[in-house]
């Protein structure tokens, strides 16, 4: 991680989005919801760690990081923050800061800034995440441990549709399995809050399940993600119990992107060159206003970084043997209906690898 601080010409580097500090430290920065708990990079030196004096044993007990610097108070950050980029005589010098993920707010630079006023401020917001793209091979191994437990997930999604199934009686049919099933995968496992949707709910991006029950020729959506030490692996996959042509025609088209943009993901390609392909087949189609979100992103731990490599028009980055990507290709039908199939690939040298053992076509019941 030096490395690619001193490869951004920077002085040092301040670390605050969670997922990254997680990725950097081990601590989850779970008591940064107070303030920044801000991890300092700085080339030749440890890193230091700056935290709430209350929680201070606890990043001790599950961070690899030996200096750590404490504050007290909400007002105190600032200060303190900026006694520690004194000390490293830093005050004048470039330092980055992760001004466009979670975690930082505004005030929390200004009151950096106004301590040290010729500090030179640089967006980082890009750089760990640059780096925790790759994966190594223990992390790839957590992730396919997660992805057993995903697709675990996705067939008793299948299994158990039937008339008057709730979404509440579903998640939790899955939950009891991955928690039956985590004992035999070794480490932290869990599952994110998922996305069931039945019938008319199926409109609703990114909805909690409810009491709501399943009728004959409805749709049902599902969006899910288990963890392992934190790296969550997600996966979308539908289903219509009876018939619905609305969702079903949705479908058969998410299929046919899903293939394109699965095939077109490849070391040396560039984000935008994959959405683009995506939206290809869309075009062909005469339907291509049925998208209206991202191709992809990265993942690995926290998933829902801001920041991060993400498959949409525009983007440059370019695709390295090493990187985990979900493509959740959900499409809106004409009456509002949100359907579709979903990958989550390995990008190899020899192309991209399905993380899944689950077909991404639609299962009917």
Request: hydrophobic share 40%; charged share 20%.
């Amino acid at each position: 991680m030096l490395q690619a601080v001193a490869s951004a010409r920077l002085d040092a580097l301040v670390v605050s989005a969670h997922g990254h500090l997680r990725y950097l430290s081990g601590y989850d920065g779970s008591g940064g919801y107070f303030a920044p708990f801000p991890l300092i990079l700085v080339p030749g030196r440890l890193p230091t760690y700056v935290v709430r004096e209350y929680d201070e044993q606890a990043v001790r007990a599950y961070s690899c990081i030996d200096e750590i610097v404490a504050y007290t108070q909400q007002h105190d950050f600032g200060k303190v923050c900026a006694d520690v980029l004194r000390r490293y005589g830093l005050q004048s010098k470039r330092v980055g800061f992760e001004l466009g993920c979670w975690n930082l707010a505004p005030a929390d630079v200004s009151a950096i800034q106004a301590q040290l006023p010729d500090l030179k401020i640089a967006d980082a917001t890009r750089l760990v995440s640059s780096v925790a793209a790759v994966k190594s091979d223990l992390e790839l191994h957590c992730m396919r441990d997660a992805m057993r437990m995903t697709d675990l997930a996705v067939r008793i999604f299948q299994s158990s549709l039937r008339v008057g199934v709730t979404e509440l009686e579903m998640a939790a049919s899955m939950a009891a399995a991955i928690e039956e099933e985590a004992c035999n995968a070794g480490g932290e496992v869990g599952m994110a809050p998922a996305t069931i949707l039945f019938g008319e709910r199926t409109k609703l991006p990114h909805g909690p399940p409810t009491h709501h029950p399943i009728n004959n020729n409805e749709p049902a959506f599902l969006e899910v993600g288990a963890s392992k030490h934190g790296y969550t692996v997600g996966m979308v996959r539908c289903a219509v119990l009876g018939r619905h042509p609305e969702t079903e025609s949705l479908h058969a088209l998410a299929e046919e992107v899903i293939e394109v943009i699965v095939a077109a993901t490849k070391p040396g390609t560039t984000a935008a060159a994959v959405d683009a392909a995506g939206r290809e087949v869309l075009k062909q189609s005469g339907r291509q206003g049925v998208f209206r979100q991202r191709t992809g992103y990265q993942t690995g731990i926290n998933w829902t970084e801001r920041g991060d490599l993400s498959l949409e028009p525009g983007a440059e980055d370019i695709l390295k043997a090493g990187m985990t990507l979900h493509m959740p290709n959900i499409l809106c039908s004409e009456n509002g209906y949100l359907f579709g199939a979903g990958a989550h690939v390995l990008v190899t040298e020899r192309g991209a690898e399905l993380l899944s053992g689950t077909p991404h076509t639609l299962h009917r019941v």
